[in-house]
Structures are given as structure tokens and as C-alpha cells.
């Protein structure tokens, strides 16, 4: 593997890191990754020298639904009265003297309707560009399994004895 894991003590974000990291092998699937790693740890290996990193990242965009004015306006109805329910409910809490009902029910109306007119601006400066729902995920194609060159081959040694073979080793 190539970049920042190669040099020394170079740290990912959040503070993981290897110095020298070696890899154990490249799964196609990060079961099998986990598989490996779970292996090494019943063994009792110091797992803590292990990393496994997803590598050839892909973005999939699944598409759900069509994009109506309907919809739109329904959502944004939808998420705005959400907010007008929250802001209801903390203006509630600061006035002893209202009543509750009468302000959290008045903030969800005027939440409803700010959020569908504030949608229904937001979809038509999209001149229709895309008129569909999607959710979008990054995944990896594949998971690389890195050890602490201090403990490449002893794990190498316990992966090679793992049932079914282990991995194929770089």
C-alpha cells in the first residue's frame, strides 16, 4: 500500500496509526478481513498492532423515487412542523405564564409552512435538473489487513495455520 501508511508513524485521523505498517494480506470482502483479524486475536496476538483499512473506495447512488412538487412540499411541511415542535417545546420551557399546548401546536404550523415554502424555493432553483430521490454510500471494493512490522511474522505464522488457509499474503 502506497501514501501515508508507509512512512514512519504516520497517523490517519482520530489518532490511528502503525509505525512501519506491513500488510497481512487483501480481502476482497471485509468479513473475511474481520475473519483474519478475529483469528489472530483468539490466538491471543496483540491485536491492538492491527489495522484494517477499506482501500478503492466507490460511491453507489441508489435511486428511490421520483421528485414531485408534491413531495417536495410535503417534505419540507414535514421537516419544518419537526422543527417548529422542537422550537415549540423550547419556548414552552422559558414561559410559565403561556399555555404549552397553544404555543407548541402554533410553532408547528408556522414550522410546516415555512419548511414547505423554503423546499418548494430550494426545488425550483434546481430548474429540474434532478428530479429524483437517491441515498448515496461510500464503500470499499477492498480491506487491506496492516500489522506492526514488530509483529509481521509472527502474525504471518498464525495466519498461515488459520483453517481454510488464511489469506493470500503480499
Known sequence: MSGSFNRPGAALRGGLS???????????DYLEAQK??????????PVQNVMIVGTDLKQIERVVGR?????????????GAWFGAFIGLILSL?????NVFAVVISTIIFGA??????????????????????VTQTVATKYEVLVE??????ARELLARMPGGG???T
Open 67 to 79: 421528485l414531485t412538487w408534491g413531495r417536495v412540499i410535503a417534505g419540507g411541511a414535514l421537516s
Open 36 to 45: 483474519a483479524v478475529d483469528y489472530l486475536s483468539d490466538n491471543q496476538f
Open 113 to 134: 409552512i415555512f419548511g414547505a415554502i423554503w423546499a418548494a424555493i430550494g426545488y425550483s432553483l434546481t430548474g429540474g435538473q434532478r428530479d429524483f430521490q437517491s
Open 167 to 169: 489469506p493470500t499474503l
Open 94 to 98: 422559558f414561559d410559565n405564564g403561556v
Open 18 to 28: 502503525l509505525e512501519y505498517p506491513m500488510s497481512l494480506g487483501v480481502f476482497s
Open 149 to 154: 512490522h514488530k509483529f509481521a511474522e509472527q
